[in-house]
């Protein structure tokens, strides 16, 4: 019975989907997805073991499928013995569908996103890039390297602070791989740690050139995932990147260079 | 109510266990080992190559009647070859059921390291000698690099020792 019931819930959730007005369809398919995908998962919990339900036909009380490519089908209900309304499935299995959906935007918003913030500008080997002052774990003069052996070329050692053992990275080399040659080798002239929050990572820079207030309005945001995940944006003016610093620590952490 | 709190105690202090490294020096870094695998310390002896052995193999010596084999470790660790000094020395370990000898630039101390005093290595770069790299330590404010003397040779490169 209790399945019954829950079953109309999510007819009805279903069919109240497909009559929802127009909104951004990313937004409104975003929400539903999660909607359905939850109700899913509670359903699946309390129905018993499914077999063969995707080839089940349709019985009384079924929805016709609707040519609407992107949302979500209603769930299979589990052959049980009382008659109770089977759904013809489409094609794909519904968690399938559920899970290519993916969200467009960024899963985390950052603070710094949403209104005026100070950003540390240097530069590495004529590069500039930027750090939100905010992400910022300290800045350090450059110090004694710890080499160890088998590491990553980008991997420049490891320097101790006081009680701590700062990770450097060689950010040209991380940067600009491509670009790093044996005559810039020899002409970088790294002199400052940028800590990277509170990790133990520190990009090793060669200047500090000015610490800026900016407008979000200022910089042009990535707005999708994929590519570049350590890069928050391009600021606009000054033309150089700001650091996603948490997402560059991620990478960091799994070994991966900016060619990950 | 005694028992209970020294139980904890002990358990505490079992947490944080010391241990000895014996600390060597290879191009101006410290490296440390288990004290417990390492058998003796020996000043640097003519080691005669053996012809068709692995490249990171120098050679092997004499040891009171026993053949040692002596590994390169400037080589295993990726780094470039250096002069041999008064300093340098053979260090005689014990890993893997197999005693050999490896060749660093110089013997320090033996240190002693309390289990949370050591950190993880960072996971970055996939070459074949990181993989030995135990951990790191800081010791008096100089960097302690840990080894894990089983991890210095793969399965087959134990082997291949074995049968010189």
Known sequence: ?260 | MSNKFSGQADKNQAADLVLQWVTFRLQEETYGINVMQVQEVLRYTEIAPVPGSPDYVLGIINLRGNVVTVIDTRARFGLPPAEVSDNTRIVIIEAEKQVIGILVDSVAEVVYLKQSEIDNAPNVGTDESARFIQGVANREGELLILVDLNKMLNDEEWDEISSI
């Open chain 1, 1 to 260: 019975m209790s399945h019954l019931i829950a079953s109309q819930k999510v007819i009805q959730h279903y069919l109240s989907a497909l009559l929802t007005e127009d909104e951004p369809l990313a937004s409104q398919e975003t929400a539903l997805a999660e909607t359905k995908k939850a109700e899913l998962n509670r359903l699946l919990a309390q129905a018993a073991p499914v077999e063969n339900v995707v080839a089940a036909p349709v019985q009384t009380g079924v929805v016709q499928p609707v040519a609407k490519p992107k949302v979500a089908p209603v769930v299979t209900e589990t052959a049980a013995p009382v008659a109770a309304p089977v759904l013809r499935e489409r094609a794909i299995p519904i968690a399938e569908r559920l899970a290519v959906t993916p969200p467009p935007q960024l899963k985390v918003e950052k603070a710094y996103r949403q209104g005026s913030f100070q950003a540390l500008f240097f530069s590495v080997a004529g590069l500039r890039i930027a750090v939100p002052l905010t992400e910022l774990g300290g800045i350090h003069e450059l110090g004694p390297i710890n080499n160890l052996p088998g590491k990553a070329d980008w991997f420049k050692g490891i320097m101790l602070h006081r009680a701590q053992k700062i990770q450097l990275v060689d950010t040209a080399r991380w940067v600009m791989p491509e670009k790093y040659t044996a005559t810039l080798a020899t002409e970088l002239n790294y002199q400052y740690v940028i800590m990277l929050g509170t990790s133990n990572w520190g990009l090793c820079c060669e200047l500090l050139i000015d610490t800026i207030n900016l407008e979000p309005e200022q910089i042009k945001w990535r707005e999708q995932e994929g590519k570049r995940p350590w890069m928050a944006g391009l600021i606009k003016e000054q033309k150089c990147v700001l650091v996603d610093v948490d997402e560059l620590v991620k990478l960091l952490n799994q070994g991966l260079d900016v060619n990950a």
